[in-house]
């Protein structure tokens, strides 16, 4: 399976941005999902957004009209962008990657080992 790194995590103010990114160990060109996740303390790790191999991309309501996510084929990587960061983002984000449909590349895809973002004054 593919080896996922993020980066590009850490302590943001309230209001601020955040710019993940995921490294790829191999191509990502013949990888159908993309996505990010993320996992708030003691709670399920959820989709933040998700991009498929055509560029069409899912999100969570929570994250509307704030964040822009994209996919280099080229350089093997995807990145999420979350503006207006809010407390309730706190959380480790996760990088997930898969064939054929959301739930088999949660259950069945790549991970990454997650990076905390933390928004905190």
């Known amino acids: 399976q593919v080896q996922l790194v993020e980066s590009g995590g850490g302590l943001v103010q309230p209001g601020g941005s955040v710019r993940l990114s995921c490294a790829a160990s191999?191509?990502?060109?013949?990888?159908?999902?993309m996505a990010w996740y993320f996992q708030a303390p003691g709670k399920q790790r959820e989709l933040v957004a998700a991009?498929?191999?055509?560029?069409?991309?899912d999100h969570t309501p929570s994250v509307t009209g704030r964040f822009s996510m994209s996919r280099d084929n080229a350089k093997n990587t995807m990145t999420l962008q979350i503006d207006n960061l809010k407390p309730e983002d706190t959380a480790v984000y996760y990088c997930?990657?898969?064939?054929?449909?959301?739930?088999?590349?949660?259950?069945?895809?790549?991970w990454g080992q997650g990076i905390q973002v933390t928004v905190s004054s």
């Open positions: 997930n990657a898969g064939q054929t449909s959301l739930i088999m590349a949660r259950d069945r895809g790549s």
């Open positions: 191999e191509s990502i060109s013949s990888i159908y999902i």
């Open positions: 991009i498929y191999s055509d560029n069409t991309i």
